[in-house]
């Protein structure tokens, strides 16, 4: 249901060197210096998590505790007691008193992930805490103090659901006094490189691996890839590759086949180039013809491998002559 987290040992720190990422530092670093809520959005994948930690571990409740909780994991029957905590004996099941994650949060931070999932009596429930700065367990009578920063996050705009009414206005402005929008890594490109680096480095360590880059031409398919799982998609492709690599280098036959198909019908289309693909696999056809097929020549020529000249072999659906 939740994390916490006491280790402050390894600050987060969120990679890239773009204009926009030192835009959002400004942000994080400003979030940081006083108590004020923070609002996180972004597509899935952008790092809100990171970003909150960050905010965590450069603020003056640095030494206490992390709390992290999704909201969609919280059923109704469940939200009252993980937020709020529950006295022994107040509904079945209850055999001892339980901090809820604002309490557990106590003097540091706690976290509320995809926070637009909340109904809106959890949400009326939020907002009293949050104004209050009091909660009542789950059968109990005595208020408890909160004193506790708090940072949520949303995988989808709030505005357009306060505008449905099915999120409410008054704790939409209560939640956003600090606004945070993280891009989507199609809009910072230049920063991939940097981000494979640092995946690399630690996945060498986690893998046993020495891998040392990533090919050119490896290279040239992720950043020209539209990346719509965001770092979090990168992350897990850098480590798949490296993870198969025979080299000490990630090669293209590496990479997930929907990376290098997508990458090139992306640039194809925003380019208009219709029959670019065609000519491609005429190029490649030409090669082999010229070799009578010896595939081994042909991607030297090419200046492929051999697997990658084979799946662009089936990607064109070329034949050798007198086969069928």
């Known amino acids: 249901m939740g994390q916490v987290n006491n280790d402050h040992s390894d600050a987060p720190v969120l990679v890239g060197s773009s204009t926009t990422m030192a835009e959002l530092s400004r942000l994080i670093q400003t979030a940081a210096e006083s108590d004020i809520t923070v609002l996180i959005s972004g597509e899935s994948g952008t790092g809100k998590t990171l970003a909150a930690r960050r905010i965590h571990f450069l603020s003056g409740r640095c030494n206490g505790p992390f709390v992290q909780t999704n909201c969609a994991s919280l059923t109704e029957t469940l939200l009252d007691s993980e937020l709020f905590g529950h006295e022994q004996g107040s509904f079945t099941g209850a055999h001892r008193q339980h901090a809820g ?90 920063d991939i490189p940097e981000l494979i680096r640092h995946f690399i480095s630690r996945f060498n360590r986690e893998l046993g691996k020495n891998i040392h880059r990533v090919a050119d031409a490896a290279m040239a398919q992720l950043i020209g890839y539209n990346w719509p799982g965001n770092v979090r998609e990168l992350r897990n492709v850098i480590k798949g590759g490296m993870a198969t690599a025979a080299h000490d280098a990630v090669w293209i036959e590496d990479l997930p086949l929907t990376v290098e198909m997508n990458t090139q019908d992306s640039r194809a289309a925003s380019a208009g180039l219709s029959t670019l693909e065609a000519a491609k696999g005429a190029h490649i056809e030409k090669v082999l013809l010229a070799v009578n097929w010896k595939k081994v020549d042909a991607a030297r020529i090419l200046g492929i491998t051999r697997a990658t000249l084979n799946r662009k072999i089936g990607r064109h659906k070329l034949v050798k002559p007198g086969r069928k």
């Open 101 to 190: 994650r604002f309490e557990l949060a106590n003097t540091g931070t706690l976290f509320l992930d995809e926070i637009e999932e909340l109904s809106r009596r959890a949400q009326a429930k939020l907002l009293n805490v949050i104004e209050e700065r009091t909660l009542t367990r789950v059968g109990g009578e005595a208020e408890v103090r909160t004193n506790v920063r708090l940072i949520v996050a949303a995988n989808r705009p709030l505005q357009p659901l306060v505008k449905d009414n099915k999120f409410r206005r008054d704790l939409f402005f209560r939640l956003a006094e600090l606004a945070i929008t993280m891009p989507p890594l199609r809009e910072r490109r230049e």
